[in-house]
């Protein structure tokens, strides 16, 4: 008995030893089926993508190449007149604290500017007036300034069909057919899925997100879903083709232009970085430029002042009556136009806007451009706090 007991036990530290050594090279294998995957659909290793499963969203920036956009080398500043907000806000149907709205949103900068002054600014813990926060889809407005930029000196026209001027895109059907016009107020038709499903990150806008080579996922992705021009369709794979336009007539990569034609003109206080599909690559143009809440708020000041910073046109006046002016297609309940929101019930505001919360309101009526920077859920209450911009723009 004695002896069979000692065969057992050393028949258990086998198999024990074999499972301690099996354990870790199963692991070691699965790990190296992982970054091959990665690797042969050309997006960022499992070890990034894990990175950005536990990193807040307004701090994505931070984990992939970007290229600096310089700051001028004096700001415009920007002087305080400090106002009392509301104590209490519409929310649903009902009012609640102020306070708690910026909680209950997960606001991580807040900041109004009354007639080009700072009225009111409050950070979260952990952020400052020097804090780089993402843009997230607020980018897109941006690309629509630069749109607007462009066709002001000659170098693009709305009537310009994308084939034309990207012609290793054509293909011989209805996609040939899209123009500028077409993709600034999200017409295009082009199908691809606007997915923001973090647990399957490989199909649509994800996909496009996290490809290292963003005209070659525009190339593999020129089927319509319907005649260009015909309806509207969110479609964050517009924006980034424009980013692609802009480049080829400019010659000049999307974070130098914004730094030449409008962080310089506005006088921003601090560089911005905008993302890469890779180092050295190419500007993701539907997201992603990381910037301050202050130098946000030079941009809605840019376009309340109707394109004029101080005696200087920055943006063709034309181009500002075309963001203010909704497009004859809706997205959803809401108006748009030329990148930029006009949400459902209003007077005449307009808005960029970002996925997880990042807002650049317009409103000309008050005189009011607010700034609202997140980590709220995709596309979470953003006609409720709508409703609370307003309010605020009203006090």
Not at 47 to 75: E, I, K, N
Not at 272 to 286: F, I, P, S
Not at 357 to 375: E, F, H, M
Request: proline letters at 7%.
């Amino acid at each position: 008995m004695a002896s069979g007991g000692a065969a057992r036990a050393g028949r258990g530290r086998r198999v024990a030893r074999r499972a301690l050594i099996a354990v870790p090279t199963a692991l070691v294998v699965l790990a190296g089926v992982a970054y091959a995957g990665t690797e042969i659909m050309d997006v960022p290793p499992p070890h990034t993508l894990y990175r950005v499963q536990t990193t807040v969203p307004s701090r994505w920036g931070d984990l992939f190449p970007a290229r600096p956009v310089a700051a001028p080398a004096r700001a415009v500043p920007l002087t305080a007149d400090p106002r009392p907000v509301p104590a209490a806000v519409p929310w649903k149907g009902g009012r609640i604290p102020f306070a708690r709205f910026l909680g209950d949103t997960h606001t991580n900068a807040f900041l109004i500017l009354r007639d080009g002054r700072i009225g009111y600014e409050w950070y979260a813990e952990g952020i400052t007036a020097g804090t780089r926060l993402s843009s997230w889809s607020m980018a897109k407005s941006l690309v629509s300034l630069l749109v607007g930029q462009a066709i002001g000196r000659g170098e693009l026209s709305e009537d310009d069909r994308l084939t034309d001027l990207l012609p290793e895109f054509r293909t011989g059907g209805e996609y040939d057919r899209i123009t500028v016009r077409d993709l600034l107020d999200m017409a295009s038709g082009v199908d691809v899925w606007e997915n923001y499903n973090p647990y399957w990150p490989f199909t649509g806008t994800a996909r496009m997100y996290l490809t290292r080579d963003l005209p070659g996922f525009v190339k593999d992705n020129r089927k319509v879903a319907y005649t260009p021009g015909s309806r509207a369709t969110y479609r964050s794979v517009d924006t980034q083709i424009l980013g692609l336009i802009l480049t080829k007539v400019t010659g000049r990569p999307l974070a130098d232009l914004l730094a030449e034609r409008i962080w310089g003109p506005v006088g921003a206080e601090r560089p911005a970085t905008w993302n890469l599909d890779d180092t050295g690559g190419t500007e993701k143009a539907y997201c992603c430029v990381n910037a301050t809440a202050r130098d946000y708020a030079r941009i809605g000041r840019l376009v309340l002042d109707n394109g004029r910073v101080g005696d200087r046109q920055v943006i063709p006046p034309a181009w500002i009556t075309r963001i203010a002016t909704p497009a004859p297609h809706k997205l959803g309940t809401s108006g748009y136009s030329a990148q930029w929101w006009h949400p459902a019930g209003g007077t005449g505001d307009y808005s960029a806007l970002g996925i997880h919360g990042q807002y650049i309101y317009v409103n000309p009526a008050t005189r009011t451009v607010i700034v609202k920077l997140s980590d709220h859920g995709t596309e979470q209450d953003e006609q409720e706090t709508f409703e609370v911009l307003r309010a605020l723009s009203r006090t």
